[in-house]
């Protein structure tokens, strides 16, 4: 395992590279920055995204991305607040003013990136590649190679800059797909007028409330088969299996439909949540696995199980209707899951 030399001669290992990234990168900054996304599939360019990106000491954000060819602008600010989106060519702008929503709606290279470092520390082989200067600035090169064939998250490079830890490049392959992200310029001590995090909006623009597009609500048994229109499959409560919340979720968008999602606990504690919704018109075409699922069997049925670092969720379709599992109980397995599954019941609302 190669090792990184620092301005002061005190070595690095890859792990405290990473180490490093992590802790710093919760620490809040303020920084302007920019950066392009490419992605290639069988040696041809599919896409080119440039970014802007200004970020306050108060975790204010704006950020703006178009296509290369100068299509696609997408403008989007977070004031602390709210977070609106902004498409010039649709005339629409997207609002949520749930602060919590809105962190989770965050875009950022940045947060991308620190993501990205979470799931790899433990699930691929990571050695040094050196140094180089990316963006200006000094940065250590890691290699990073999938332990398993198979993972969802192919092989990685990554080049973290010695100074602030920030991931300045990141280069993913898998399969026959390549995708990177370079940040082209960086400014940590940058003066970012007010004004920066203010959206002014067309007079006529279509304001759109994510919040109101999907609608959730505490629903009865009775009243979720109501609203999926069909009997379907539940699990009992019985054996220390209790349901603590049933919630009706109203999608809108795409998407255009109704789900319900139910949350179990095992003897007072969290177990795992179950989603239920009717297939699609197009469930049935052939669309293949993505790297990191497993087939397996549910009930009899064909379905499909994940596993990305502490993530873990199952989906099947039986009798016109969507399973989707995520297992909470980091102890439930999935075996123990499909030997419980054979025993929900039909749940006809009556």
Same mark, same amino acid.
């Given at each position: 395992?190669?090792?990184? =030399?620092? #301005?002061?001669?005190?070595?690095?290992?890859?792990?405290?590279?990473?180490?490093?990234?992590? %802790?710093?990168?919760?620490?809040?900054?303020?920084?302007?920055?920019?950066?392009?996304?490419?992605?290639?599939?069988?040696?041809?360019?599919?896409?080119?995204?440039?970014?802007? %990106?200004?970020?306050?000491?108060?975790?204010?954000?704006?950020?703006?991305?178009?296509?290369?060819?100068?299509?696609?602008?997408?403008?989007?600010?977070?004031?602390?607040?709210?977070?609106? @989106?902004?498409?010039?060519?649709?005339?629409?702008?997207?609002?949520?003013?749930?602060?919590?929503?809105?962190?989770?709606?965050?875009?950022?290279?940045?947060?991308?990136?620190?993501?990205?470092?979470?799931? *790899?520390?433990?699930?691929?082989?990571?050695?040094?590649?050196?140094?180089?200067?990316?963006? =200006?600035?000094?940065?250590?090169?890691?290699?990073?190679?999938?332990?398993?064939?198979?993972?969802? *998250?192919? +092989?990685? /490079?990554?080049?973290?800059?010695?100074?602030?830890?920030?991931?300045?490049?990141?280069?993913?392959?898998? =399969?026959?797909?390549?995708?990177?992200?370079?940040?082209?310029?960086?400014?940590?001590?940058?003066?970012? $007028?007010?004004?920066?995090?203010?959206?002014?909006?067309?007079?006529?623009?279509?304001?759109? +409330?994510?919040?109101?597009?999907?609608?959730?609500?505490?629903?009865?048994?009775?009243?979720?088969?109501?609203?999926?229109?069909?009997?379907?499959?539940?699990?009992?409560?019985?054996?220390?299996?209790?349901?603590?919340?049933?919630?009706?979720?109203?999608?809108?968008?795409?998407?255009?439909?109704?789900?319900?999602?139910?949350?179990?606990?095992?003897?007072?504690?969290?177990?795992?949540?179950?989603?239920?919704?009717?297939?699609?018109?197009? #469930?049935?075409?052939?669309?293949?696995?993505? $790297?990191?699922?497993?087939?397996?069997?549910?009930?009899?049925?064909?379905?499909?199980?994940?596993?990305?670092?502490?993530?873990? @969720?199952?989906?099947?379709?039986?009798?016109?209707?969507?399973? #989707?599992?995520?297992?909470?109980?980091?102890?439930?397995?999935?075996?123990?899951?499909?030997?419980?599954?054979?025993?929900?019941?039909?749940?006809?609302? /009556?």
């Amino acid at each position: 395992m190669g090792l990184f =030399g620092c #301005s002061s001669g005190s070595p690095f290992l890859p792990e405290q590279v990473i180490n490093n990234a992590l %802790e710093r990168a919760k620490e809040p900054a303020s920084y302007y920055l920019e950066a392009e996304m490419r992605t290639v599939e069988g040696g041809k360019e599919t896409e080119r995204i440039l970014l802007k %990106e200004w970020v306050s000491e108060e975790g204010q954000r704006r950020t703006e991305t178009q296509d290369a060819d100068g299509s696609g602008k997408s403008i989007a600010v977070h004031d602390g607040a709210k977070l609106i @989106s902004y498409q010039p060519e649709t005339n629409q702008a997207f609002l949520i003013e749930n602060a919590e929503l809105s962190e989770l709606n965050q875009m950022s290279p940045k947060h991308q990136a620190e993501q990205l470092l979470n799931m *790899i520390r433990d699930t691929h082989e990571i050695t040094g590649g050196g140094e180089e200067k990316i963006a =200006g600035r000094e940065a250590y090169r890691l290699n990073a190679k999938a332990k398993d064939k198979d993972s969802l *998250i192919g +092989d990685q /490079e990554l080049w973290i800059d010695k100074e602030n830890w920030m991931v300045l490049k990141m280069v993913s392959a898998s =399969g026959d797909v390549r995708s990177e992200m370079v940040l082209t310029k960086v400014d940590l001590n940058p003066a970012i $007028p007010a004004e920066t995090f203010v959206l002014e909006l067309p007079e006529h623009v279509q304001i759109v +409330d994510l919040e109101e597009m999907n609608r959730t609500t505490e629903v009865t048994l009775a009243e979720a088969a109501e609203n999926i229109g069909a009997a379907f499959l539940y699990f009992p409560e019985s054996g220390g299996l209790s349901i603590s919340r049933i919630e009706l979720a109203e999608l809108a968008g795409e998407l255009k439909r109704k789900e319900v999602n139910f949350d179990y606990q095992k003897d007072g504690l969290p177990s795992f949540t179950m989603t239920v919704f009717p297939s699609p018109e197009d #469930s049935g075409e052939d669309i293949g696995r993505l $790297p990191g699922e497993e087939a397996v069997t549910v009930r009899g049925q064909e379905g499909t199980y994940m596993e990305m670092g502490d993530f873990r @969720s199952l989906v099947w379709q039986e009798n016109g209707l969507n399973y #989707s599992i995520v297992f909470v109980d980091p102890n439930l397995t999935l075996e123990q899951f499909t030997a419980l599954a054979d025993s929900m019941a039909l749940y006809t609302g /009556e």
